[in-house]
């Protein structure tokens, strides 16, 4: 793995156990191509030996001594039951804070507490919070106590969404070779992204989705991205640094009529309003980051059409029924790359590769 | 089963598998007397077999490779208590969407889109929904999915209850037939209804529960229903227009009292005045809807006392202590045929009648 | 057991089950002390056998065939996440019901019906209620039904909180006794409690779980108690009147830094201003009801540092990294002895005994 970024707050996070294998789960920096493909893998094998009813029946055993807590204090449908079905597909039981008006912090606890308190209880601590840094800070401070669990990040702020750019790029591993099963050879030396286009569009500014996929997909050499948004919305330059640093080849567009029949695949994204300071997006153009029925003669065969969802119209609902479309599968593919996750992250991804080989001929 | 009926919408919504298996379940017409039977007999053995702890154990797996969803958009306990119990007993873990304000929604996401995204997670999703015919455009648009599950009927706007039907027609089987065990034999073909007086009472235009109790019960020759309500709130035209099709005997009554003494079983229902557009039911007088205490000494000996709940002062609570009063057994019927249909939906019936004649004489 | 007192109605309510064994929980005074030391030995063999994984899924099994319901109507965190986490170690299933806004209230049922309708579901219901008495009214009500489950109190109104005693009596067990494990041996008649000093500090007249922890203490002798508080919030007459009928030594104290020298134990507590009815307790001043740094040079060297949490600034936060402070461990206790009462209730305390007997020398 590579050198630990410094985070954000400029403080140090230790993330790792002592065996030097991923404890808390912040950033998207953390992952590399081994462990992107490694995980891939293990989300391959699990759907695989997940189709048979024996084998669903072993996935439940996996991480049944082992228990979750989801803290998701800002609203999410998708992400929440997304590591809640990982956790049933493994057999974790786990319990949720959503609202924290029926919490203790009615009566005046402080967050940090609550979140000791939680460490009490549970083995891992799923956190989504609406303030930037949240994740890092409570890994910190349980770093320092006697019981530690791993946090994982669900979304802190408009940060980074590290789980969705998993989802993401296993989405991106299963459609762009020849085989979605090719992503489980182990002497895999083949990159995907070599002389792909990827765009991504629309409010790239606030998009955490987008933001962390850019900082995995910058492990791969000779991928070209293309950040198609108005100027207001452009990705922030925090991450066109990193990109920098790391040789990517990337350009700024402001129509995507003028590129999709360069892309081989297009991440569509919806206006993140709901980060407005005073209604300031209101008044932006965007027709031109609209991916509409017209363009389709102008896809290439095998375009990827994703969207990390919730859409509004950013995509004519005309091409759901186009084989490219490719964000409801994304959906599916979010519960299975964070099944491999958690496994790993309670080293049982051994346990689901044994089982995969005695089952599987591959 | 008999001929598919024409949805509300005037849509045909295919509800059977491949199998002609039942596959959507949207309506109260969809379940045959054979079927009915089939599923009070699944429910009856399910039940004996929960009774010993190792039978329990048994049908915790019987569902654990799948789970469900239950998208409870309009405010149930006691059903939505109904259907997680069943999941919990059969082993398959679930999850729940009650509230739109923690949703995607927020977002602006449509509702098409939110049970698209549930469909990628889930088996099975289990709506109750403010709005009339939801479940069965739900039903039509995933059958146009790559990734198509059931869709269940918890409870759509005025319409129909289905579910509440099967546990209400389970009550009357159990108690109308010389033994309960009565209805597990295979080779029956007693029609336990004939020459039986069945009265519903109260709001019966808005009541779902005996709009779709009605369905089933004209499967049923020599049925009598009554139907004692107010004029403002008599069983709507639909109703009488099937129950005339089916040349079902039935009669409209404006007082509980003048018929209490010819009941067989006597179904009270509460105002629903949830549904008032403009609190045009406060001013309905309701005290001929009541069944009172001092009605007991013309109950007959094996009156069935029934009511969906909640209640409010349809029925005195001093009749609570005698034994006729089934509403809260029905409570815990509606349980075990939840448990039967879910394992019904995906085949499992078989398992556990297989189990049943493995362990019990019969 | 004790005989049974007069539960604040004045009702005698039976909590008892045929074989005299504890059925419903509803106040501290039903735990003797050897049932007390029974739990205490049954959670810390649970905790033993959790540490296997072998042993974590053989206790998922212990109760997979029960079902609970925790009705939380009262805002907690802690709490109810204790409970269902000590459900999940023994595998029980279960739901809950906090929000009234969801649940058929709104359309006008009583809250007995409610919980008489949870009974058909569930086999225990658990109650968390701002009303006093409300859970022993409920034990009363089901003792009439035909199926009668336990009920556990899990805080009512300002009366009790006798879980809560439970845990904490668990934590100064493990802390004053020479090894925690002492309070395993079979033998013991070592009374850990005699010649202790144990101050209770803050809001004395409020606080549930100082109240419920006095009835138990005043099962051991020779230990001597302070209340620690001011005029307007010390301790209830009640109390005071229990403890002078069971010859408990006690004294009224004003000033915690006057005392904290000679403490084995200082139990802290906020302020309850939520019971407030005007405001009243918004002048009183708390400051020398505060555990602070610059007193750790006087704590004796075994002092036990305790709180109920959530804390506000009783005790200040740079005392947190003294090895002394047991509030973060009462938290996990609390999972613990919850998980051998609900192990109890249901008869499977002697599951675990022997699970235990069978893995580990002793």
């Known amino acids: 793995m590579d050198e630990l970024p410094t985070l954000p707050t400029g403080r140090r996070v230790k993330l790792l156990n002592q065996n030097d294998r991923l404890f808390h789960v912040i950033i998207a920096q953390q992952f590399d191509r081994e462990l992107i493909e490694h995980l891939c893998r293990i989300a391959e094998m699990t759907r695989a030996i997940h189709d048979a009813r024996a084998g669903a029946r072993f996935l439940n055993t996996v991480l049944s001594h082992k228990r979750a807590m989801l803290y998701f204090i800002q609203p999410s449908t998708r992400t929440f039951l997304s590591f809640t079905s990982a956790c049933q597909i493994l057999g974790m039981p786990y319990n ?19 979140i000791r308190v939680l460490s009490q209880y549970f083995d891992v601590i ?32 408009k ?76 990705i922030g330059e925090d991450i066109s640094a990193y990109l920098d640093r790391h040789d990517v080849n990337y350009e700024y567009k402001a129509d995507l009529k003028d590129v999709i029949a360069d892309c081989d695949a297009v991440y569509m994204t919806r206006l993140q309003d709901e980060h407005d300071v005073a209604g300031e997006s209101k008044n932006i153009d965007l027709s031109r980051f609209v991916l509409t029925a017209d363009m389709a003669d102008r896809f290439r065969p095998k375009l990827i059409i994703m969207h990390p969802l919730p859409r509004r119209r950013e995509i004519d609902k005309r091409l759901d029924a186009d084989p490219r479309a490719k964000y409801f599968d994304q959906v599916r593919n979010g519960m299975w790359i964070r099944t491999a996750l958690m496994a790993y992250l309670f080293n049982a991804d051994g346990t689901i590769l044994d089982h995969y080989h005695s089952y599987y001929s591959y």
């Open 96 to 114: 949720d804070v959503r609202d924290t008006s029926t919490s203790s912090e009615v009566k005046g606890e402080t967050e940090d507490d609550t």
């Open 159 to 234: 940060d980074q969404h590290p789980t969705q750019a998993l989802l993401d790029i296993y989405t991106l591993y299963r459609n762009l070779l020849p085989s979605p099963l090719d992503c489980l050879r182990h002497d895999h030396d083949h990159n995907p992204f070599a002389g792909k286009t990827i765009a991504f569009v629309g409010d790239l500014k606030r998009g955490r989705t987008v933001r962390s996929l850019s900082y995995l997909l910058a492990r791969y050499p000779d991928v070209r991205m293309l950040f198609v948004a108005p100027d207001e919305l452009q």
């Open 126 to 157: 799923i956190v989504r919070h609406p303030q930037e840094g949240f994740a890092e800070n409570m890994a910190h401070m349980l770093n320092a106590m006697p019981r530690n669990i791993p946090i994982v990040n669900g979304g802190s702020g």
